[in-house]
């Protein structure tokens, strides 16, 4: 994991939030490399959910929304973790730290921190969500929170997207948008943070077909993830136990992914049953029922929920990818005998290609200019004349840029380039008239 954190950084992925000061605990900023391959998940997922489905529409709702959504929802009282504090370091953890030998409020309870026994405290529970104020006065009343998840915002415009849309059920809504948590233990880089994106989807059935409809997004998410080209191996279900549950759910899935740091989910589909939309119904007084046309009956929709974070499956997407292995041949002679090398998928690759000049002279960088010009009208490409060609491959195999294009003396006479696949490391002699056309080709999928 260091040697990714410490990549992701080099190459300009992820850095800590507000370093200059020292950082902020678990908040990440995304670098050039970092936003591009985050915003290609994020826009597959949208293409996938909404533009290629007709029973799903998008929304995007804001951050900030009525307190009492979260009464109803009942995040205000369920949304919590039981912490418990040490009197002698003041350090506080998650009661169920596994680093806590003994049972908290004993007199038997080692802390974590510094090691003293009989300090620790019995666990209270602490509640997740952010708070802030909205006007000018800090006062109970103007209390409102940062939401939790993205969720809340799609059931309280369930009725305005239903009607405006003129979708029937079964139909869903779908929203990527940032969501807070006061995360007591975040960490293992942008796995657990406290200010992170979901990509959600809510969808409303009939009640009686929810049963159905969960095993139907299950596969359908399972194949998602796959079209990501993460390894099969990786990726596995885990149900539920009842205690995990979280308070609205009834039955729930989780997809995990072998991390470095063990199996973890970063996507799961949920049963939410109709609990959401009947808390809204009642503390709201608005009805939320839906009229079916054709039966004449009216019902308030059962939910099933898609909910991936796209932070995580950046993290997912960037473990999978990343690679160290032996070079052999004329690139070892070049660039060293050893690569670091991120084997995304070239469709979610921020780069697309580099364009190389060999040499700075005999008229390959005026044409490798030319190429870049021509090029960058359809991708996200990079331009780069500095050091030995092989260090230059070697440096786009650690950003994960598929397509090497080289121009050579060769080029300059007859209008042809070099394309080095990033993983066979083959060459293929292209006309420069048809790079666009490769190019599109190769990155399909
Ligand atoms: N609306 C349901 C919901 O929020 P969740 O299991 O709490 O369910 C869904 O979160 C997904 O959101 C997780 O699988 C994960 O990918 C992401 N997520 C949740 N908390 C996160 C955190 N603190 N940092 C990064 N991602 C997080």
């Not at 979708?167 to 960490?187: D, S």
């Not at 005999?362 to 500095?386: S, T, W």
Request: aromatic share 10%; with cysteine.
């Amino acid at each position: 994991m260091d040697k990714l954190v410490s990549l992701a950084k080099r190459r300009g992925f992820v850095f800590q939030s507000s370093e200059i000061y020292g950082g902020l605990g678990s908040v990440w900023d995304y670098g050039p490399l970092g936003v591009e391959l985050k915003k290609n998940i994020k826009e597959r997922w949208w293409r996938s959910m909404v533009h290629e489905r007709h029973d799903i529409e998008g929304l995007d709702a804001a951050i900030l929304m009525h307190p009492k959504v979260w009464e109803a929802s009942g995040h205000v009282s369920g949304f919590t973790d039981p912490l418990v504090d040490c009197k002698q370091c003041k350090n506080r953890f998650r009661a169920d730290d596994p680093r806590i030998k003994g049972t908290p409020g004993q007199p038997d309870a080692q802390c974590p921190g510094c090691g003293s026994k009989g300090t620790l405290t019995a666990p209270r529970q602490f509640n997740l969500m952010f708070k802030t104020f909205m006007g000018p006065v800090e006062e109970q009343a103007a209390v409102i929170y940062l939401r939790p998840e993205t969720a809340q915002g799609i059931y309280v415009n369930y009725l305005n997207v239903l009607q405006s849309s003129r979708q029937k059920i079964p139909f869903g809504i779908a929203q990527i948008g940032k969501a807070f948590r006061n995360e007591i233990t975040p960490g293992n880089f942008i796995f657990r943070t406290r200010e992170f994106e979901q990509m959600e989807m809510q969808f409303f059935v009939k009640p009686g077909s929810e049963n159905e409809w969960f095993e139907n997004w299950r596969a359908e998410r399972m194949k998602w993830v796959e079209g990501l080209g993460i390894r099969r191996e990786k990726l596995r279900w885990h149900q539920h136990g009842k205690d995990e549950l979280a308070h609205y759910a009834k039955d729930a899935y989780d997809i995990q992914y072998e991390f470095p740091f063990g199996w973890q989910e970063f996507e799961g589909i949920h049963n939410r049953t109709d609990f959401d939309l009947s808390n809204h119904q009642k503390h709201a007084g608005k009805k939320l029922e839906y009229l079916d046309p054709k039966t004449n009956e009216r019902f308030i929709p059962y939910v099933v929920e898609t909910s991936a974070g796209a932070d995580r499956t950046t993290l997912v997407v960037l473990c999978d990818a990343y690679r160290e292995e032996e070079v052999k041949g004329d690139e070892a002679s070049e660039g060293g005998d050893t690569r670091v090398v991120l084997k995304l998928k070239p469709s979610l690759a921020p780069l697309k290609a580099a364009v190389f000049p060999l040499v700075n002279k005999d008229g390959m960088p005026e044409l490798a200019h030319k190429i870049h010009d021509d090029l960058r009208r359809y991708f996200n490409v990079f331009y780069d004349d500095g050091g030995s060609i092989g260090r230059r491959y070697r440096r786009q195999d650690e950003a994960g840029t598929p397509f090497g294009v080289t121009i050579d003396g060769q080029s300059t006479q007859d209008q042809t380039v070099t394309v080095r696949d990033r993983d066979t490391l083959k060459q293929d002699r292209v006309s420069a008239t048809k790079l666009v056309d490769y190019l599109t080709q190769k990155l399909a999928g």
